[in-house]
């Protein structure tokens, strides 16, 4: 009679053993994002943007790798605490370069809208990501404008609701220099939920 209960009881037992333990799983994978939404630097147009996911962490420090332009130059920035790449993208000199990551980013129609704009955070919750020691910003930076370009999104509502005390930080993307041309250049409102 033992031997026919254990026989009955193996198989239970040996499921049991790989069963996965609900609770090392997450109840949503890559809970840790962060949102890259471009603005046109001219007119403060919202033009589209990505949302990129990462595995968890305690952090969220933005370092930068640049290249200085004298013909040919680059920037990265870089999600340090994972070592994970947030943007990146050539600079040239008399020239134009272009973003290379993330490859591509969604359209203005691919984001949902809402009834109620996003209350702007105070200007003291703005960083600039000073990718270069002399990285150029204008002395002007317009903040409210900026914000409002974005503030009717859908996603800019959740990071917020998620992270009110996160800072909101701005990179100018500026692909031409020496003689660049400001109709090229962007900013990158980069958000963390």
């Known amino acids: 009679m033992k031997k026919m209960l254990f026989l009955l009881l193996l198989p239970l037992l040996a499921y049991s053993c790989f069963e996965d333990n609900d609770d090392n799983i997450p109840a949503e994978p890559y809970q840790n994002k962060v949102a890259l939404l471009k603005v046109d630097y001219l007119t403060h147009t919202f033009e589209g943007g990505q949302e990129l996911a990462f595995n968890s962490s305690s952090g969220f420090t933005i370092s930068s790798e640049y290249v200085v332009p004298s013909d040919f130059g680059s920037v990265k920035l870089v999600y340090e605490e994972l070592e994970e790449t947030l943007f990146e993208g050539t600079i040239v000199w008399l020239g134009l370069g272009e973003r290379t990551y993330p490859e591509t980013l969604l359209g203005t129609e691919d984001f949902t809208n809402i009834a109620e704009p996003v209350a702007m955070p105070s200007e003291t919750m703005f960083q600039n990501v000073m990718y270069y020691e002399s990285a150029f910003y204008p002395e002007d ?45 962007d900013y990158y409102v980069i958000l963390k939920n």
Do not use: C, M, Q
């Open 141 to 185: 930076l317009d903040y409210t404008s900026l914000w409002h370009s974005i503030a009717n999104l859908k996603i800019v509502e959740s990071y917020r609701n998620s992270n009110p005390n996160a800072k909101v930080n701005v990179f100018l993307y500026t692909p031409s220099v020496g003689l660049g041309n400001p109709a090229d250049w």
